[in-house]
Nanobody, 121 residues
Framework: QVQLVESGGGLVQAGGSLRLSCAAS????????MDWYRQAPGKQRELVAG???????NYAGSVKGRFTISRDNAKKMVYLSMNSLKPEDTAVYYC???????????????WGQGTQVTVSS
C-alpha cells in the first residue's frame, strides 16, 4: 500500500504564501505522477497542479503563475508553493499520487487525508 501525508496548510491572509508538502511512503515501486487537488465548499474537486516523473507540469488556469509544483524523487515528496493567495484558494488540498506497488502492478491512484488552506481577506 501507499500512504500520503500532507502538511503545510494553515490560515494566511490574502496575498500571502504557503508551501504544502506531501510525503509518500509504503510499498512503492515507482511513481508516475504526483498531483495536488483541492475541494472548496460548494465546488467540485479540481486538479490544481500535477507533475510527472519526467518533470512535466500542468496547472489549473486559476493558479497558473501563482502556484508552483515541484518534487523530490529521492524523498518521494511533492510540494506546492502557493503565492499571492486569494480567498478563493480556500479549500482542502489533497495530495494524489499515481504509483505502482510492484513492477507488474498497474498504476493506481492514492490520496492523502488533505490539509486545510484558508485565505482570509
Amino acid at each position: 500500500q501507499v500512504q500520503l501525508v500532507e502538511s503545510g496548510g494553515g490560515l494566511v491572509q490574502a496575498g500571502g504564501s504557503l508551501r504544502l508538502s506531501c510525503a509518500a511512503s509504503g510499498r512503492i515501486f515507482s511513481i508516475n505522477a504526483m498531483d495536488w487537488y483541492r475541494q472548496a465548499p460548494g465546488k467540485q474537486r479540481e486538479l490544481v497542479a500535477g507533475i510527472t516523473s519526467g518533470g512535466n507540469t500542468n496547472y489549473a488556469g486559476s493558479v497558473k503563475g501563482r502556484f508552483t509544483i515541484s518534487r523530490d524523487n529521492a524523498k518521494k515528496m511533492v510540494y506546492l508553493s502557493m503565492n499571492s493567495l486569494k480567498p478563493e484558494d480556500t479549500a482542502v488540498y489533497y495530495c494524489n499520487v499515481l504509483a505502482r506497488t510492484s513492477g507488474w502492478a498497474p498504476t493506481k491512484e492514492y490520496w492523502g487525508q488533505g490539509t486545510q488552506v484558508t485565505v482570509s481577506s
